[in-house]
């Protein structure tokens, strides 16, 4: 069974940088899609960033993290991160870790694509 296990949130300055880490363990690290997402109180989990490598790599983000964020991995340590700079308030949000086998179809974007994640860790940008 998978486990992800993120670290690396905390309280920044708007403007500043973090850099999130994504441990996963439990199966084959090359075989699985990677994604972050992020959530605040009373909305639905939204897309991040997503990293994938199966036919070389190919990253996917959201437009509103694009030429901020950056994802991604190292194959030798079974882990995938997410660089945030530039951040901004309406970055805060409880961000998510989350991995796609070869075999779930459908789109990066979406968390049906998903069958693990990470118990999330909290960023809070101040204005």
């Known amino acids: 069974q998978v486990q992800l296990v993120e670290s690396g949130g905390g309280l920044v300055q708007a403007g500043g940088s973090l850099r999130l880490s994504c441990a996963f363990s439990?199966?084959?690290?090359?075989?699985?899609?990677m994604g972050w997402f992020r959530q605040v109180p009373g909305k639905e989990r939204e897309f991040v960033a997503a990293?994938?490598?199966?036919?070389?790599?190919?990253?996917y983000y959201a437009d509103s993290v694009k030429g901020r964020f950056t994802i991604s991995r190292d194959n030798a340590q079974n882990t995938v991160y997410l660089q945030m700079n530039s951040l901004k308030p309406e970055d805060t949000a409880v961000y998510y870790c989350?991995?796609?086998?070869?075999?779930?179809?459908?789109?990066?974007?979406?968390?049906?694509?998903?069958?693990?994640w990470g118990q999330g860790t909290q960023v809070t940008v101040s204005s």
């Open positions: 439990g199966r084959t690290f090359r075989d699985y899609g």
């Open positions: 989350a991995a796609a086998p070869s075999y779930t179809g459908g789109s990066y974007v979406s968390t049906y694509r998903y069958t693990d």
């Open positions: 990293i994938t490598w199966r036919s070389g790599t190919n990253e």
